[in-house]
Structures are given as C-alpha cells and as structure tokens.
C-alpha cells in the first residue's frame, strides 16, 4: 500500500472516529446525538434525515471499499497531483467538522429534535459559517472521492452533498422556532457555508 492509500486511511480513521468519540463521550452523559429520521417531525424532514442516514452510512461503507478493493482510480481523477490535492481537501475538512464538534460541545447533534434544548453556538467556526459540521463533510467527502476515484464513490458524493445541503434548508425552517430573533441575526451577519456562501 503506497503512501496515499496510508493518508486516505488516516483520514477515514481521523474523521470517523472522531464522530463517533464526541458520539460516545455525550452518550455516557445522557445525550442522544443521532436524531436523524427519529422523532415528531414534518414527513418531509423525516424523509430528507432517513435519506442523509443512508446515504452517509453507505457513504462510509464506500470510502472503505474504494479505499482497500479499489486501487486505482478511474476517470480523470487518476492523476496524482490531483489525487493528493483530494487527501488535502480531505484533511481540511475533517479538520472542520473536528472543530465545529469541539465548538458546539454538548449542543451538537446530528438531525432536528425539537424534544433536545440546545444552545446556539456562534462561537470559533461558527463565526464564520452558519454549518461548518456540514461543510467539513462536504469538504471530506469531495476530497476522498478526488483521491480515490470510481463511480460509485461520485454518485455518492453527489448525493450526499445533496442531502446535507437539502438537511440545511430543513434546519433554518426549525431553528428561528428554537432561537427566534437570535438566530435571525446570527442568519444575517453569518454565511451559510463559508463567507459568502
């Protein structure tokens, strides 16, 4: 196994472990962070949320195969330069959704639960990006399938992107109920993903 087959493991392990660290550590306080697809919620957010549970699931499943059965890329994605630009691209954003975890402390939660109060964080990254969690999954996951490159791994990185983008809209319908005018502020002087975005 050569040296970027090494990084993109490092990376999986990196990003994934620490979701289910911060998964673990809030579960022994007695916080359920996994609320996708779970609860009273409108069918539309119900059916977005069970969607995005599959998808990243079988996302991860994925980035395995094509990490450990797959060894070579296809398309145009073969080259190297641009394969180690992805395991970068990767690293940044499992960086990002490191952080943004780190900052939402017991407040982070995957999916909407209008039972959970939470606090609104606009704090460290959340200065700069309304969802950065989002944004460093979208980051990690265009970047592995830049480095490791197949079909099967684009059409989910499509998707997820889709459906994490798609969870976002969900989310600023929910949140101005929760925070009201705080978060219409927050909303107004914070992008979406990143600056302008």
Not at 42 to 58: D, G, H, N, Q, Y
Not at 69 to 91: F, P
């Amino acid at each position: 196994m050569n040296r970027l087959y090494w990084f993109g493991f490092l990376v999986l392990v990196l990003f994934y472990g620490s979701y289910l660290c911060k998964q673990l550590l809030l579960k022994r306080r007695g916080i359920s962070t996994n609320r996708l697809g779970r609860g009273n919620k409108p069918v539309r957010t119900l059916r977005i949320e069970t969607a995005l549970k599959f998808a990243s699931f079988t996302m991860a499943a994925v980035q395995i195969i094509s990490l450990l059965v797959v060894k070579e890329a296809y398309l145009l994605l073969a080259q190297h330069i641009i394969r180690c630009a992805g395991i970068g691209i990767s690293m940044v954003g499992a960086a990002v959704f490191i952080t943004a975890m780190a900052c939402m402390k017991t407040s982070w939660r995957a999916g909407v639960d209008s039972g959970q109060h939470t606090e609104l964080i606009r704090s460290g990254i959340y200065r700069i990006s309304r969802n950065p969690a989002f944004l460093g999954f979208d980051l990690f996951y265009i970047g592995f399938a830049m480095a490791f490159s197949n079909p099967l791994q684009l059409v989910f990185t499509l998707l997820c992107v889709i459906l994490f983008h798609l969870q976002i809209l969900e989310e600023e319908q929910y949140l101005p109920i929760v925070f009201g005018s705080a978060y219409e502020e927050y909303k107004r002087v914070t992008a979406r993903y990143f600056l302008f975005f």
